[in-house]
């Protein structure tokens, strides 16, 4: 049976960005959908899900921080909820700031790359990016469950009784790293090495932040966590059974 070829939409305005990127990709062997702004964007996304899409900040309409916002809300519309809220995101962009990245980050995007760029370099981070999802799916128990909370790996939820807890894509995958390794401590490093293709270009501010919203979500007593503890001077473990 021939092998199905994953599928990478391109987002962005410029033509020519488009091509170079489109050459590299099927070059290296993927499926390549095109789009030049938002609308046409969202209408592939609907009716053709790609297996990871590369979204240029810089749109008409629609910016791509308000696409990745939108795919990442759990709460869509009707006409978005067969979309699935887990479909990774590359940003592309020319803004340098760190605050952007951050932003990429904090809002769901699971890398960021910024103009100009490498188109080798981006084929590895799409390869890099997809390999992660596919290692986030283990065939070791895919339901972990600690206090009230049961997260679930297949479907990439967590669930506090009957409830949904809304997540992003990379706090999900932050908070079912740590809780199947209970009671190891982690430093900030070591988890932005196995949850971030370009960890070379963060800082530990990143890990910071997405620790304090998971804690928002989860911990009853966000400043004295049950959970997601801190050890001071080194980082952080999830306090198992």
Not at 40 to 52: D, E, R, T
Not at 149 to 156: E, L
Not at 225 to 237: A, D, E, H, R, S
Request: aromatic residues 8%; without cysteine.
């Amino acid at each position: 049976m021939p092998r199905v070829r994953p599928t990478i939409l391109v987002v962005d305005d410029e033509t020519r960005t488009r091509e170079i990127i489109r050459k590299y990709l099927e070059q290296a062997d993927f499926r390549v959908l095109e789009a030049e702004n938002s609308d046409q964007a969202l209408k592939i996304i609907q009716h053709n899900p790609p297996n990871l899409i590369v979204l240029d900040v810089m749109l008409p309409g629609m910016d791509g921080f308000e696409i990745t916002r939108l795919l990442r809300d759990k709460d869509k519309s009707d006409d978005w909820m067969k979309v699935d809220s887990n479909i990774p995101i590359i940003l592309l962009t020319a803004r340098k700031e760190e605050i952007d990245r951050v932003f990429g980050f904090e809002i769901g995007a699971d890398d960021y790359v910024v103009k100009p760029f490498s188109p080798r370099e981006l084929v590895g981070r799409v390869k890099a990016v997809l390999r992660r999802g596919d290692s986030h799916n283990p065939p070791k128990p895919s339901v972990l469950r600690f206090g009230d909370y049961a997260i679930d790996s297949v479907s990439r939820t967590l669930m506090l009784h009957e409830t949904f807890v809304t997540l992003t894509s990379k706090d999900f995958d932050l908070l079912f790293f740590l809780a199947s390794h209970p009671n190891q401590v982690f430093t900030h490093e070591q988890l932005l090495n196995a949850l971030w293709a370009n960890a070379a270009d963060l800082d530990s501010s990143v890990v910071t932040s997405r620790i304090y919203r998971l804690r928002e979500k989860i911990e009853a007593d966000p400043d004295n966590p049950i959970f997601l503890q801190t050890v001071w001077g080194v980082g952080y473990k999830f306090q198992g059974d």
